[in-house]
């Protein structure tokens, strides 16, 4: 038998850690999800792809997905600095670069991020940008022709987005006190499911035929990617100590198990994995319900890490 | 370069709970709130049970993950005893120390920075001991530099069996439980 009690009484850490609340999930996912964008259209202007429309649309390589991104991270900060206790110090972030610390480390590539995306939308400037200002026009027929700079813009979002979807998962594998997180695959994990989730955005809402049935294809192989490294993440746990082993078990039987496989697993994954292969094997057709699933599926996958590694602890005796 | 730590022995500490309350009026902690606080812990199956009364605070790692991975600078190691602290000046409150801290030693003060056990520094600088220390009705606590192999903390934990709280985390924690 072995039994603790304890006078300690601080309501962030008693009786288990819940120092962030939704704010962080929300955080991740859309940082994720702009990371994915990122290396989406990134690899379409590396591959000299054009808008094919005389307005911007959602198709790789249009403004529309980087200004969507744009949209993102910036309510993925906003939800970052509501989650902040100090608000007013916040530009302390940027007056030192600490190399052992992740979340430093993102707020410098944060701060990369926004020009990056920038350069994709001026690439394809959507109308209502050329209205407000027509000076763009002829910047962007010049840099829109010339190959070496779509080429380089491209290399550079892809470099930038790896960066920020690899970032989000370590900012919690860097954090060993919390066992679940204590573990070098939530990086790629994050990585993935940012590449899903923005790959099923392009899937429902590109206007190009050719480019939903190609995002549907790689979807596919994000998504079984992504279970590959689900089923790592929990192997490797439970082949390592005990407390990493108890917080496997948080969602084998513990109080996150449902959410964890019928909300991420079934739901976010394998439904949509069904519905995307008939789709592309042309026996179903393709409709908005597979990339709900997913980017449904994606958020779910944050919350119920964020949740349950705070839950999960060293034991205590 | 000093490093401070404390050995705390635990068949003289009765779990009065003076050093909480002598942490809360030196420090100002705030209701609610606690930089230290007393653990009960019982093994065994009766009647060979064991217990032990723990003051636990703040272990002040020598390997300290809150240090690391605060992304201002605010935790850090003071060059007065190898101390952890945070300058409350420069945290942003994001919390990643709170989590990283395998002992959930901190806490975020109602003003909103990190906060936890000083080791009582401002006392310290000066000669004195930690409030803790300084109030214990049973001299259960002892404080002083683990380097120097004269001091009584370090004669104590050469010739006294003792454990720190959770080895396997990795931080080098330098606070010991005199058994």
Redesign the interface.
């Known amino acids: ?14 009786p288990s ?1 819940h ?2 609340g939704p704010e962080i999930p929300v955080y991740l996912f859309l940082g994720g999800f702009t990371a994915g964008i990122m290396v989406l259209s990134g690899w379409a202007l590396w591959q000299g792809r054009r808008n094919q429309r005389a307005h911007a649309t959602f198709s790789l390589a249009s403004s529309g997905l980087f200004t969507l991104g744009l949209g993102a991270i910036s309510l993925g900060m906003l939800a970052l600095f509501l ?5 007013a ?2 530009w ?2 940027y ?2 670069m ?1 190399p ?5 480390w ?2 410098w590539i944060l701060l990369l991020v926004y020009p990056v995306l920038l350069a994709g939308v001026l690439l394809d400037p959507p109308r209502w940008l050329l209205r407000f200002a027509p000076a763009l026009d002829a910047l962007w027929r010049r840099l829109a022709d010339d190959g070496r700079v779509r080429r380089s813009t491209g290399f550079v979002s892809i470099t930038t987005g790896v960066a920020l979807g690899i970032y989000t998962g370590i900012l919690l594998s ?5 066992p679940l997180w204590s573990s070098a695959l939530l990086g790629p994990l994050f990585l993935v499911s940012g590449l899903s989730t923005s790959a099923a955005f392009a899937h429902w809402a590109s206007p190009e035929p050719a480019e939903r049935e190609q995002m549907a294809w790689l979807d596919n192989l994000f998504l079984t990617i992504e279970l590959g490294l689900l089923g790592s993440l929990l192997i490797g746990l439970l082949s390592s ?1 005990e ?1 990493h082993a108890e917080a496997a078990r948080l969602l084998l039987g513990g109080p996150y198990t449902a959410v964890f496989w019928v909300g991420v697993v079934g739901l976010g994954i394998l439904l949509p994995l069904v519905i995307q292969s008939l789709a592309v094997t042309g026996r179903v057709a393709h409709t908005p319900i597979a990339p709900v699933l997913v980017i449904l599926g994606g958020l779910a996958l944050r919350f119920v890490i964020v949740y349950a590694g ?1 839950y999960s ?2 034991p ?2 | 370069m000093a490093r401070l730590g404390m050995a705390i022995d635990t068949r003289k500490c009765v779990g009065c709970m003076d050093c909480v309350v002598a942490c809360k009026t030196e420090n100002d902690v705030p209701e609610g709130f606690n930089r230290d606080w007393i653990r009960y812990e019982y093994q065994g199956e009766w009647p060979t049970l064991r217990l032990e009364i723990r003051s636990e605070r703040c272990n002040h790692c020598d390997e300290p993950p809150c240090v690391s991975c605060c992304p201002t600078g605010a935790s850090h190691v003071h060059p007065f005893g190898a101390v952890v602290l945070v300058d409350k000046d420069e945290c942003i409150g994001c919390k990643a120390c709170v989590a990283s801290c395998p002992y959930d030693a901190r806490f975020i003060h109602p003003d909103g920075y990190a906060d936890k056990c000083t080791f009582c520094i401002h006392r310290v600088e000066q000669g004195l001991q930690p409030a803790c220390v300084a109030v214990c009705p049973t001299r259960c606590m002892y404080f002083g530099d683990l380097d120097d192999a004269h001091s009584e903390v370090s004669r104590l934990l050469a010739s006294r069996k003792h454990h720190s709280l959770l080895p396997g985390a990795g931080t080098e924690p330098r606070i010991f439980y005199l058994e």
């Open positions: 038998m072995s039994e603790l009690y304890s006078t300690a009484h601080s309501a962030i850490t008693d850690l120092a962030w989650d902040l206790s100090h608000k110090y916040v302390r972030l007056l030192t600490k052992w610390s992740p979340m430093s993102g707020a860097a954090l060993g006190a919390r100590t407390a705070q602890h060293w205590r005796v």
